[in-house]
Every structure is written in structure tokens, then in C-alpha cells.
């Protein structure tokens, strides 16, 4: 299983210092949300250039004119995109389109999909995308009795490529694996460590154990 940094931090600045304590030990630098609408879509382009090693994930959660938002990250540099599973259709559709075109891969974001989630997994994987992201929010994650095993349960359920997001920490990320994910997504685990570094080489070890 591969490891998945969310660079979860507000300014290029510190998503560089942060990518560069933690790229030898992740497979996948995520710039995430939060970080895209701060530092804008450049941002992509300095983490690739400092990274050309790394896929460079950038965390969109287009929920409209996929092909355009998604084609705005290819052309920076991203390696993936998110697009909202919950979005239209022919919005998953648009960034499919736009991974084709840059020979690039488009992931659906499962973020506020609880309901029916399984079956719309299945929906969207036949909409093109490379695989599914399986996620509960930082919102979702903050409410009382929240943990990460309904996510598990939908990956194996789903049948389909699956990513893990959602709080994923040291101790949850052998579940993980076992569940069958083939990416592991981290943020606070790793920005919220005294050494991220150190974090980052822990969850590794655990990811592919
Ligand atoms: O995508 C994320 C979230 O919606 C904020 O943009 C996070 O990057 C993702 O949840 C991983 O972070 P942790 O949940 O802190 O591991």
C-alpha cells in the first residue's frame, strides 16, 4: 500500500519545508484544499519542481466544470486530481476527459457520500476514474464516537481501487492495508507530529508490513 501525505498547511512555504522533512518515506505529496485555495495552483508547480521524484496529488474537490479545473492542475503539473464524487456526473466525466488528455488520473473524492456511498463508489468507477477516495472530513472526524471502520468496511465492500482518508493515524493504518487500500491517506498524523519526519517513516513501515 502506498503513503499519501496531505500537506494540509496554508502557505507554500511551509508545504515545502513540510514536503521536504517527509518525501523520503510517502510515495504520493498531496497539496491539500485548504493549501490550493491559499496559495493558488502555482503551488503545483513549485512542490513538483522541488519533487520531480513524487506523484503530485492535488486535492481539488472540483464540484463543477471538471474538465476545466481539472485540466488548470494537469497543466501545473499534477500527477492526480480530485474530483467530488457527489459532483454531477458529467462533471466526473469533464475531469476524466482532462486526465485522458494529459495521459494524467483523476480520483473521485467520496467526502459527504455516507448514504448509498457503496453504490455510488460503483457508480463513479464506471465513470472513468482511476480509483475512489474513501474520506471522511476534518468536520466528520471531529464529531463524538467518529472512527475510520465504516470507511474500511465500504472499501471491502465496494470492489473496486480504494484510497483511505479520514484521520488515519499510526495505530489504524495496519487496518487499513488489511482492508485492501491500495493508498493511505495522511495529514494530521504527520503535520501535527513533533517529528513529521519521523511520523511519515512509522506509517511506511506500517503500510507495508
Ligand atoms: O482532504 C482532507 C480534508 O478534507 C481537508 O482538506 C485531508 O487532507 C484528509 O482528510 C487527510 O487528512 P487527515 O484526515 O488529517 O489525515
Do not use: C, W
Request: net charge negative; hydrophobic share 50%; no cysteine.
Amino acid at each position: 500500500m502506498r503513503l499519501q501525505v496531505a500537506l494540509d498547511v496554508l502557505d507554500l512555504p511551509s508545504a515545502l519545508t513540510l514536503a521536504g522533512q517527509v518525501a523520503e518515506h510517502v510515495d504520493i505529496l498531496e497539496l491539500g484544499t485548504p493549501l490550493v485555495k491559499s496559495a493558488g495552483i502555482a503551488a503545483v508547480s513549485a512542490i513538483k519542481a522541488a519533487h520531480p521524484d513524487k506523484l503530485v496529488f492535488v486535492d481539488l474537490k472540483t464540484a463543477d466544470a471538471g474538465e476545466l479545473e481539472a485540466a488548470l492542475a494537469f497543466e501545473a503539473g499534477a500527477d492526480l486530481v480530485t474530483v467530488m464524487g457527489a459532483a454531477d456526473d458529467d462533471t466526473v466525466r469533464g475531469a476524466v476527459a482532462a486526465g485522458r488528455k494529459y495521459g494524467k488520473q483523476v480520483v473521485a473524492d467520496m467526502i459527504t457520500v455516507v448514504e448509498g456511498r457503496v453504490a455510488r463508489i460503483r457508480e463513479v468507477s464506471k465513470l472513468g476514474v482511476s480509483f475512489v477516495e474513501i474520506h471522511a472530513g476534518l468536520d466528520e472526524q471531529a464529531r463524538p464516537g467518529y472512527t475510520i471502520d465504516t470507511l474500511l468496511e465500504d472499501g471491502r465492500l465496494a470492489g473496486v481501487p480504494f484510497s483511505i482518508a479520514g484521520g488515519i493515524k499510526i495505530d489504524t493504518i495496519g487496518a487499513v492495508r488489511e482492508a485492501g487500500a491500495t493508498v493511505a491517506v495522511a495529514g494530521g498524523a504527520i503535520y501535527n507530529a513533533a517529528d513529521p519526519g519521523a511520523a511519515a517513516k512509522e506509517l511506511k513501515k506500517r503500510a507495508t508490513a
